[in-house]
């Protein structure tokens, strides 16, 4: 989304009909160790060097890294003090010398979904591989996570659903003191809150998406939805 939103010709030229038709994955490195929601506290630096930039930090519980061959990398290219004006992004491709992709965190669910380190120990790129103006970075990421925002809320009310699922099958198998558990008000009580929650939450994230769809500004609509 930052290369659709942000890229230069020749960068569009270069990634999108490889994303577009699945012989490539693209990976976000934005969070850090200790940099997550505060996004624009991050660490990673990019010094500039003649016509290169070079980048040395560290990103963590990043999506697709092992599969990605290119990753959208978020580094401070002002000073610390410029906050979130001094971040800038960069298009590192995977085979890259000086980037190493971690092992991916064993979870306890949402398999399909790998999430891994990303270390990048004198990462050298051409000045041309910066996504959009110098300072921008941020911009570039919040704008990204606006969709991924949404996109995660819908995830999450898909998985409630399933849960909702098996926890009514379940009341209903499981007996205790002569009957189902489900016989009891307070298993009733919570599988009804658990439905209507289910519905606000379905609810919400469709009327967002739905505004996106219609080309409104969605920022906090996505957030809330995530939220919910």
Not at 17 to 27: C, E, I, N, V
Not at 166 to 189: C, D, L, W
Not at 197 to 223: N, P, W
Request: glycine residues 10%; positive net charge; charged residues 20%.
């Amino acid at each position: 989304l930052g290369i659709v939103n942000f890229g230069a010709p020749e960068q569009k030229r270069k990634y999108l009909p490889q994303l577009a038709s699945g012989a490539m994955l693209a990976s976000f490195a934005l969070t850090e160790p200790d940099s997550g929601t505060d996004a624009a506290s991050l660490s990673t630096k990019a010094v500039r060097d003649g016509a290169h930039w070079v980048i040395n930090g560290a990103k963590r519980f990043i999506t697709n890294a092992i599969h990605a061959g290119v990753f959208t990398v978020f580094a401070r290219t002002g000073s610390k003090d410029s906050g979130a004006n001094g971040i800038s992004a960069f298009l590192v491709d995977r085979d890259t010398p000086g980037l190493t992709v971690a092992k991916p965190y064993a979870k306890m669910g949402f398999a399909g979904s790998h999430e891994s380190d990303v270390n990048f120990d004198d990462v050298r790129v051409p000045a041309s591989a910066m996504l959009g103006p110098e300072g921008t970075g941020f911009k570039n990421a919040m704008k990204s996570l606006d969709h991924a925002r949404l996109h995660m809320a819908g995830v999450a009310v898909g998985l409630s659903r399933r849960l909702l699922s098996e926890g009514t099958k379940y009341a209903v198998e499981r007996k205790q003191f002569g009957q189902p558990i489900g016989k009891f008000q307070m298993i009733q009580a919570m599988l009804a809150e658990s439905q209507a929650e289910y519905l606000a939450a379905k609810a919400l994230v469709e009327q967002s998406a739905r505004d996106r769809d219609a080309g409104r500004k969605t920022t906090m609509e996505a957030a809330c939805s995530k939220y919910f």
